[in-house]
């Protein structure tokens, strides 16, 4: 059922669909009276007034607007973990290079409401500036309720089960090696038809994601913009007991009962869309001669702050991909950064870690804090004769998001049975291969430096 679903396709694309032909008002977006008896709803992206080349909205034909519904109320007990204001009382900092172990499934009923929780992040939501790294691990499919995030926008990256996602503009489809972005606002509900899921979710608050200039790259490469799709107008003329929207709004979760589907959107149109993505279609750039290049060559989308080239939040990728680098270490160098980068892995094996860094898992290193391939992968790379060969990485795929923004941890986050205490073990073995004439001193005090060389 869900393979078989059809999607529009194109990034940042003004596209329209609809369930019904003749649904979609022509030649005017309000009508006196809409076709089919519908109603007319905005949802806008942007303000109103951002130029035209920024300006996110869609129109949505619906059976009743999303205005018919009781008042909303604090959930309670709702979901503790979520946070969208990163300050002292919410808040811890630390450089310290951290990484976790993939989470256990539980055995508790939990949907995707309830199984997301914030790793870190970094302004807040109220200001629109910032954003909150997020994972979920969930069991159950969301069940006669759907989820608002009035604070930003998700980018979901599925690691384990699948995904079905039935969102105001219609129906997604995701699994691992996939990724979703469901814009702020949005309402959605997530069924998840393999029960035990998990993944990651990078939430950004004042700006949308787009494409990566592709500069001398030329036109061609990294993420094509007919490779993202779209839902096509899927509705619901269902009524409900007792249906419920959960709306995120400053990290607190708040419910408003209605007695009817919020997906009841017959038609639409605009370029204010949830959107999916096959990361197999990435195209990599890399290298042909000598040296590593930087990681940004693998940004799918980039969610930009007010400086030129300066992200909020990148998201890259480490896809299946031919190394050719001659007389070059090809794993990642060692690095401090000025970003912050948090990292997790959907399969196999990363190149830079070979043990510890596990499906599921994740890493953060924030800025400046010192990292790069484990002594293992330093090791043997170095002792590797045939290192010129090509040589193709297969069956691995992580990803990272890099911010400019120096995130804070959550204290469920550093309190975590999953969270490796033994993580700087990785580095700490690493050998010196300094191979210059050593300093040496004899009993007499005379130093080697100081006996003449015959
Ligand atoms: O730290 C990491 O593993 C991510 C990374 C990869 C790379 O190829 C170069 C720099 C970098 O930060
Ligand atoms: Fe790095």
Redesign the pocket.
């Known amino acids: 059922m869900a393979e078989e679903l059809e999607y529009l396709s194109g990034f940042g694309a003004h596209l329209s669909s609809e369930a019904i032909p003749g649904a979609l008002p022509r030649n005017q977006n309000n009508p006196l009276l809409c076709p089919l008896g519908l109603c007319a709803e905005q949802l806008s992206g942007t303000s109103f007034t951002s130029p035209r080349h920024l300006n996110q909205c869609s129109w949505f034909y619906r059976i009743k607007p999303s205005v018919t519904h009781e008042p909303f109320y604090p959930c309670i007990p709702g979901n503790k973990r979520l946070i969208s204001e990163f300050n002292q009382q919410t808040t811890s900092a630390t450089p310290t290079q951290l990484r976790w172990r993939p989470a256990e499934f539980s055995k508790i009923p939990t949907d995707f409401i309830d199984g997301l929780y914030t790793v870190c992040g970094a302004g807040s939501s109220f200001l629109r500036h910032g954003y909150a790294i997020h994972m979920y691990v969930a069991n159950k499919s969301m069940e006669g309720r759907a989820f608002c995030n009035a604070d930003g926008d998700f980018l979901i990256v599925p690691q384990h089960g699948k995904l079905f996602i039935t969102t105001e503009c219609g129906k997604l489809y995701a699994q691992p090696g996939e990724i979703v972005v469901i814009p702020q606002g949005f309402r959605f509900s997530i069924d998840l038809p393999d029960g035990d899921s998990r993944g990651y979710v990078a939430e950004i608050f004042g700006t949308h994601f787009r494409l990566p200039d592709l500069g001398p790259i030329g036109a061609n490469g990294l993420a094509a913009p007919r490779d993202f799709q779209v839902p096509k107008a899927w509705y619901e003329d269902a009524s409900y007991p007792n249906y419920t929207i959960v709306q995120k709004f400053g990290g607190e979760l708040f419910m408003a009962k209605q007695d009817f589907s919020p997906f009841n959107v017959v038609a639409w149109h605009g370029n204010y869309v949830p959107y999916k993505y096959d990361l197999s279609k990435f195209c990599p750039f890399n290298t042909v001669l000598f040296d590593h290049g930087d990681?940004s060559i693998n940004t799918v989308l980039t969610a930009p702050t007010d400086k030129p080239g300066v992200a909020l939040l990148d998201f890259v990728i480490f896809p299946p991909r031919w190394l050719v680098a001659e007389n070059t270490f090809r794993p990642?160098y060692y690095?401090r950064?000025c970003m912050t980068?948090f990292?997790g892995l959907i399969h196999g094996v990363y190149e830079?870690k070979q043990d510890g860094f596990l499906p599921g898992g994740a890493s953060l290193?924030s800025c400046m804090t010192p990292?790069?391939p484990d002594t293992k992968t330093f090791e043997a790379t170095i002792s590797r004769n045939e290192v010129n060969e090509p040589f193709r990485i297969e069956g691995t795929l992580a990803f990272?998001f890099?911010s400019s923004l120096i995130p804070r941890v959550c204290q469920w986050a550093l309190e975590s049975p999953g969270l490796d205490k033994d993580y700087y073990h990785c580095w700490i073995g690493l050998k010196s291969h300094f191979s210059h004439n050593k300093e040496t001193v004899d009993e007499n005090g005379t130093k080697s430096s100081d006996i003449p060389q015959s």
Do not use: K, L, S
């Open positions: 990681p990642p690095h950064n980068e990292m830079a290193h990292h790069g990272m890099e």
